[in-house]
């Protein structure tokens, strides 16, 4: 890999992956990036551990992004880091996860690069795999299986896309941003053909403080999300290797709760008689 991390080379744009939370499961390579920044361009979940191991006197810009709700929208934070670049600063763009696995890092390699400057790109541990191996998930196994897919949840364009044969039996199906849209994934899902107790896990702040893996069954996706307040980031993954991870079964103990608070009714020692 061609490296921009000559000290003495300056104004270029090096996008770095900071992985799912955790400031342990930084690269390498991504540490080595923030120690020569003058500007650090980060998106809002980045843990602030993260941001001290760049120099005391670098930049640090924030452009979180929220659902509907944005503090800079894309075309934005492009000119932002063209700007910085063409001033001779040393930009890293830290992204959550891996830059190019739904975290816009193709768009602005794109941008940078229509305006001739030089940008390399480190990835990181995607979200999806540091949830996965913090819950003891297989997103694949020899015996349950042989294919996984990474999908984008959002409400936007979700009955527009094809889904169709990624989940099912044999195959692992993981869905980032899909907490708000989890009742239509589920019917979508359905629809397509997934049976309704196919396993579900749900992945909440993987990696993170207060971190919970829950499961239960596709057709429950919804409501056991709403029952358990639910809230991003948190992945969702489909298929039958969710039986073997550590996920606690929240469908099972909804059902004991729910029996255990049912009056006691005439009807009720009639059945037991």
Not at 221 to 226: A, E, F, R, T, W
Request: proline share 5%; hydrophobic share 45%.
């Amino acid at each position: 890999m061609t490296s921009l991390l000559d000290p003495e080379a300056r104004g270029r744009v090096i996008l770095v992956g900071a992985g799912p939370g955790d400031p342990g499961l930084l690269t390498v390579r991504a540490v080595e990036a923030l120690r020569v920044a003058d500007v650090v361009v980060h998106d809002g979940l980045i843990d602030m551990r993260v941001l001290d191991h760049a120099p005391a006197s670098a930049q640090r810009i924030s452009v979180a992004k929220q659902r509907d709700r944005h503090t800079l929208p894309q075309e934005a934070i492009n000119a932002l880091i063209i700007a910085h670049v063409k001033a001779g600063s040393v930009v890293v763009r830290l992204k959550g996860g891996d830059p190019f696995v739904f975290g816009r890092g193709g768009e602005e390699v794109e941008a940078v690069r229509a305006a001739g400057l030089p940008v390399e790109v480190i990835p990181g541990v995607s979200s999806a795999l540091g949830c996965a191996a913090e819950a003891m998930l297989p997103l694949t196994h020899r015996d349950w299986s042989s294919a996984v897919s990474f999908v984008a949840g959002t409400c936007k364009g979700l009955n527009e896309q094809n889904w169709a044969g990624l989940a099912g039996q044999g195959r692992t199906l993981v869905i980032y941003m899909g907490v708000t849209c989890s009742s239509a994934i589920a019917d979508k899902l359905m629809a397509d053909g997934v049976a309704p107790d196919m396993p579900v896990a749900v992945l909440e702040r993987g990696t993170l403080d207060g971190s919970r893996a829950m499961r239960t069954l596709l057709a429950d996706l919804g409501d056991m999300i709403v029952r358990e307040k639910v809230v991003s980031p948190a992945i969702i993954v489909v298929g039958e290797v969710v039986l073997l991870s550590d996920a606690d079964d929240r469908l099972a103990a909804f059902a004991a709760q729910a029996e255990r608070q049912t009056p006691v009714t005439a009807d009720n020692m009639e059945d037991e008689a």
